[in-house]
């Protein structure tokens, strides 16, 4: 390796909390060193704090970042220090912090390579808090699939499996683990590569991030949330913590249920399935009222012009009905939550167009296009009434 290439310490000791270093550069109230404990953030986490000691004094580091230059250590002095090249000072670590994000950072390996291997999924992006994970995959998954790979993660972590710092030039790279590396390819001069698995490695990616050197370490990986192709993890702890209260909510909700001893998902499901049923009834209601709209409409000026409130209807229904409307019509209808819809299928009466005229006459907010607009009309009195007048004015 050449003599310019620092190698970062959080990358071959990252359980090293203290060291003594030398001041290189300094600018303000930043600094750098000829060697560093501290992780300068990126690939999606914070930065390492801690403190230096220099001269007897001990400084807070609040951050530290990476530019061309090198890395800078962002300290939060209150007086005037006149910090001097070459004078040796300590380095400490905030370890708790780091080691709540070595933790999460590991895992996200562990669960990435399992997407990619079960699923056939790769992690588009990863980002961190402490014991916290957020992964953003390539495609949605069903939640039995993550809860697949979950289990398959906490059987891994059970079992315990080394995790391997390799450290190689570009030439090395790509002679010998290139070919092997998932995810991104590496075109820095030296490569840092971290393997899951002792002897026989299973996953391989390139990474110059911080991570603990067995699994085991991880405790235990759960997931929080899910949302479209955006998952959220939490590891150890915090995790353990997340599920005994959601068990203590269930167990709860069993009690004011009363359902004990059966199923509240089954319960759940099944009151989903009567209210989708409910939902097509009044679909299929819509759509017999949508078509033979003209035994409902009046005529207004030369439009014709129905007008109804359904309180229990909301925007799917109505949408999905309005498709039987014929032309040359225009509908109000006072949904759900106090929500106006308005229908058109005249190319005189644009939706949008009288939606605006309420939004500006009443206050309110809302939108929508030629075809179809909603707003709001909370505590708006008559509002089927106001929508005939406005047209009526035209
Ligand atoms: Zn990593």
Same mark, same amino acid.
């Given at each position: ?12 000791? !990252? ?53 061309? =230059?090198?890395?800078? *250590? ?63 995959? @390539? ?11 979950? @289990? ?9 499996? =080394? ?36 002897? =026989? ?9 911080? *991570? ?64 989708? +049923? ?23 000026? =030369? ?7 359904? !309180?229990?209807?909301?925007?799917? !229904? +109505? ?56 707003? @709001? ?18």
């Amino acid at each position: 390796m050449n003599e310019e290439f620092i190698m970062p310490l959080y990358w071959n000791a !990252p359980y090293q909390t203290e060291v003594i270093a030398k001041i290189t550069v300094v600018r303000k109230n930043e600094l750098q060193f000829n060697q560093t404990l501290f992780y300068p953030g990126g690939g999606g986490q914070l930065s390492d704090t801690g403190s230096i000691v220099y001269l007897e004094e001990e400084f807070p580091i609040i951050e530290t970042y990476k530019d061309k =230059e090198g890395i800078w *250590h962002k300290l939060d002095i209150k007086k005037n220090i006149d910090f001097q090249e070459n004078q040796d000072v300590l380095l400490r670590l905030d370890w708790s912090k780091r080691y709540s994000y070595m933790k999460p950072h590991t895992a996200q390996h562990l669960l990435s390579h399992l997407f990619h291997k079960i699923n056939d999924c790769d992690t588009e992006k990863a980002n961190f808090e402490e014991l916290k994970i957020d992964i953003e995959l @390539s495609k949605n998954l069903a939640v039995d699939e993550i809860l697949n790979v979950v @289990s398959e993660a906490n059987r891994i972590i059970e079992q315990g499996v =080394e995790v391997k710092s390799i450290i190689v030039n570009q030439e090395e790279y790509r002679k010998d683990y290139l070919g092997r590396t998932r995810g991104k390819k590496s075109e820095e001069e030296f490569v840092r590569l971290i393997e899951l698995g002792g002897e =026989e490695g299973f996953d391989l990616v390139c990474c110059g991030g911080i *991570h603990v050197k067995n699994l085991a370490e991880i405790r235990g990986v759960f997931l929080e949330s899910k949302k479209d192709h955006t998952l959220k993890f939490l590891v150890n702890q915090k995790g353990l913590l997340f599920a005994t209260e959601q068990r203590g909510l269930m167990l709860k909700l069993e009690d004011i249920t009363a359902k004990k001893g059966e199923k509240l998902l089954e319960i759940v499901e099944n009151k989903i399935k009567e209210n989708q +049923i409910l939902q097509d009834n009044s679909v299929n209601l819509l759509r017999l009222i949508f078509h033979n709209i003209h035994a409902f409409s009046k005529k207004i000026n =030369e439009y014709s012009i129905t007008s109804f409130t359904l !309180p229990e209807i909301d925007r799917l !229904p +109505i949408q999905s009905a309005a498709k039987e409307l014929e032309s040359n019509n225009f509908v109000a209808v006072h949904g759900r939550n106090d929500i106006l819809y308005l229908i058109s299928t005249n190319e005189k009466l644009p939706a949008n167009k009288i939606a605006k005229t309420l939004i500006e006459e009443i206050g309110t907010k809302g939108g929508g296009n030629k075809g179809f607009a909603q707003l @709001s009309i909370k505590n708006v009195k008559e509002p089927l009434q106001l929508v005939e007048e406005i047209i009526s004015s035209l």
